[in-house]
């Protein structure tokens, strides 16, 4: 604004009128295939400091919606926003380095190193090749002790079963220093217990790191203890945005999602 130019006086107030911005922005995200769409027209946010449930019945997007914001494939149409910088279309290490950490649904390490040098790995990636190696190391060993896998040098990823293949995954994503992580931690074939687990282990993460989650799930349960807030997918398209407990008694969440009438609904 030019000097003279505010006759109201209305520039000292500017910053309190400005709406905030929340940390992700997703609007009318859409995904096809050769046709098929597998996320359609899609939209929800994201506040700093929250836990974001992104649930749904298997097929119904989640993973798309997560490889759309990571950069795995660009959006066919619609709007990705971090901190209001449309994101959308960016390659996945662009994406990665503006701030945003994933973790796969099927862990794949580097079997041939070890899970330090696996984590290390993923410290020196995030951080563009800039960090040196002590301090790579020290990412690794910290985002190794948050999930609860050993720091030690000679642990390999050898024999882990599928709860330590997945912190392990955590960790490598941990350590490339997000402000935001996308977790699609399918719990398929967790027991229970390593499920109340991976749901502690994310309310860690945010309380110790400050890190912003989105957890993609498709068991209900668990998760709803966990998150601030949640939103439903069903074939590619959003059917529920809200808290928690009103989800477990939206008539179409229960109908679509638990795939029955909503008066026989079980105690999700
Ligand atoms: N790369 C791809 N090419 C073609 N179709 C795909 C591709 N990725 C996903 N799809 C299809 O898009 C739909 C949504 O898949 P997506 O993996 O996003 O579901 P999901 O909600 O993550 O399911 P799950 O709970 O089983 O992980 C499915 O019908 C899937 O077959
Ligand atoms: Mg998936």
Redesign the pocket.
């Known amino acids: 604004m030019k000097p003279g130019s505010d006759p109201a006086g209305l520039t000292p107030v500017l910053p309190f009128l400005q709406v905030p911005v929340p940390l992700l922005a997703v609007s009318g995200l859409t995904k096809t295939?050769?046709g098929?769409t597998?996320v359609s027209n899609v939209s929800f946010h994201v506040e700093e400091g929250e836990i974001l449930g992104l649930i749904?019945?298997?097929?119904?997007?989640?993973?798309?919606?997560f490889n759309c914001i990571a950069g795995m494939f660009p959006p066919t149409a619609g709007s990705i926003r971090l901190g209001g910088e449309e994101i959308g279309g960016l390659a996945a290490n662009k994406v990665c380095h503006r701030g945003i950490g994933r973790t796969y649904?099927i862990p794949r390490p580097f079997h041939n190193l070890t899970l330090i040098e696996n984590v290390a790995l993923s410290a020196w990636f995030g951080q563009q090749g800039k960090a040196d190696r002590a301090t790579c190391w020290r990412q690794a060993e910290d985002a190794l002790a948050l999930v609860g896998l050993p720091t030690g040098a000679a642990a390999r990823t050898d024999g882990l079963g599928a709860a330590a293949l997945k912190k392990l995954e955590l960790a490598r994503a941990l350590a490339t220093q997000p402000m935001l992580l996308l977790a699609d931690e399918?719990l398929n074939g967790l027991d229970h217990g390593e499920m109340e687990q991976a749901a502690d282990m994310l309310q860690r993460i945010r309380r110790e790191k400050g890190i912003t989650i989105i957890w993609?799930e498709?068991i209900m349960g668990v998760l709803m203890r966990v998150v601030d807030r949640v939103v439903v997918?069903d074939h590619?398209e959003k059917i529920f945005d809200g808290a928690p407990r009103a989800a477990q008694s939206d008539k179409r969440v229960v109908e679509v999602y638990l795939g029955v009438d909503a008066g026989d609904a079980p105690d999700a």
């Open positions: 295939f050769n098929f597998a749904g019945p298997n097929g119904s997007g989640k993973s798309t919606t649904q399918s993609v498709h997918l590619g």
